[in-house]
């Protein structure tokens, strides 16, 4: 009798426990690259909903996209109310947020910037003009835009184009997230375009080990250990194009009006929000190897830079950072 009894118990017992280590993987494209999601859930990856979160940050944020909230932004007067939805003045408060704390080594409004230096939507095909340069450059200060949360609006308070993408794809993987926490998942691991969220443990136990990229070359110049929260890299080496045997870098010091160039080839941020990671690590890189340094420490966040020496690259992570490396 007791033994009849057992034996059923036993093997739930044994599924539920082959079940709880059953990490379900998903793949795509979205928001102009590609993402995957590893995650343990109890009824499996929602993939729909993962897609629909996808295509409504594509939809509000992208500026590949004609009607985006924030393409049809670009295109309205100063003085104008603008209604929006409360996802798209999230983005535009974080991205405020950090351009103050960086000094507008991060500036959501370095849009005509990027497109006179031929990258982004509306890619110019030729390199700027001095005086071409100088008026982009104007434009280009995040004051400009007023944002509302009740209703949520922007506003321009004068000429200024706003680009989020150095941050929305951040926020689409924190949403993921949300996504996954309600659908009961106990642990994931989302990436969407190099930027990373993380959860409970990975398929055989510990924390997630996240590779960075060794810059022109194969393999991973360090690893990372990530349990919980975000983790961001911006790069030089991956996109930009060739000006006259010069590399142009697609991220912009808006300071200066021109394309970073120095000797920091990577900057990856760990910080609880995705979002938060990647506006950080864009500003880093823009900052360069002293002031983002400098900037990582002061703030206590957790950075690793990776800097070009000569022929090869030395490895600096910030003292947060340190805890990560194990
Ligand atoms: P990636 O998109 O490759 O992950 P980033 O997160 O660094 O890299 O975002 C780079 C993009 O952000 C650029 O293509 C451009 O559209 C925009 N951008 C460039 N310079 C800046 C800047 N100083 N501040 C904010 N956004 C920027
Ligand atoms: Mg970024």
């Not at 059923?8 to 044994?14: A, N, R, S």
């Not at 910030?318 to 990560?324: F, H, K, N, T, V």
Request: net charge neutral; hydrophobic share 45%.
């Amino acid at each position: 009798m007791e033994k009849t009894h057992r034996a059923p118990i036993l093997m739930t017992l044994l599924a539920m426990l082959l079940l709880a280590g059953c990490h379900a993987r998903v793949t795509g494209l979205s928001m102009g690259t590609t993402y995957a999601i590893e995650a343990d859930c109890p009824d499996g990856i929602p993939k729909e909903r993962v897609e629909h979160v996808l295509a409504r940050v594509n939809r509000l944020m992208s500026t590949y996209e004609p009607e985006s909230e924030i393409s049809r932004f670009n295109r309205l007067p100063v003085g104008v109310s603008f209604a929006v939805s409360p996802e798209t003045v999230d983005v535009v408060a974080a991205a405020r947020r950090v351009a103050e704390q960086t000094g507008g080594a991060f500036d959501p409004t370095v849009a005509p910037l990027v497109a006179l230096w031929g990258f982004g939507a509306d890619a110019a095909e030729r390199p700027p003009t001095e005086v071409e340069r100088r008026a982009a450059a104007e434009t280009v200060d995040f004051r400009r835009v007023e944002h509302g949360h009740a209703p949520p609006s922007l506003r321009k308070l004068a000429p200024v184009m706003l680009d989020l993408s150095a941050i929305a794809k951040g926020y689409a993987v924190d949403r993921l997230a949300k996504v996954l926490d309600e659908s009961g998942c106990v642990a994931y691991l989302v990436e969407l375009g190099g930027e990373i969220r993380a959860k409970g443990s990975a398929r055989g136990g510990g924390a997630w080990r996240i590779g960075v990229d060794a810059p022109a070359a194969r393999g991973f110049a360090s690893t990372i250990a990530l349990r919980r929260g975000g983790l961001a890299t911006s790069g030089d080496y991956r996109q930009y194009r060739e000006l006259d045997g010069e590399r142009l870098s697609h991220v912009i010091d808006p300071r200066t009006g021109r394309p970073i160039r120095h000797d920091v080839a990577s900057v990856t941020v760990v910080a609880y929000q995705a979002m938060f990671a990647d506006a950080y690590a864009t500003a880093l890189l823009v900052m360069g190897e002293d002031e983002g340094r400098r900037f990582a420490e002061d703030n206590g966040l957790a950075a690793l830079f990776i800097l070009r020496r000569g022929e090869g690259f030395e490895i600096v992570p910030s003292a947060a950072m340190r805890d990560y490396l194990r």
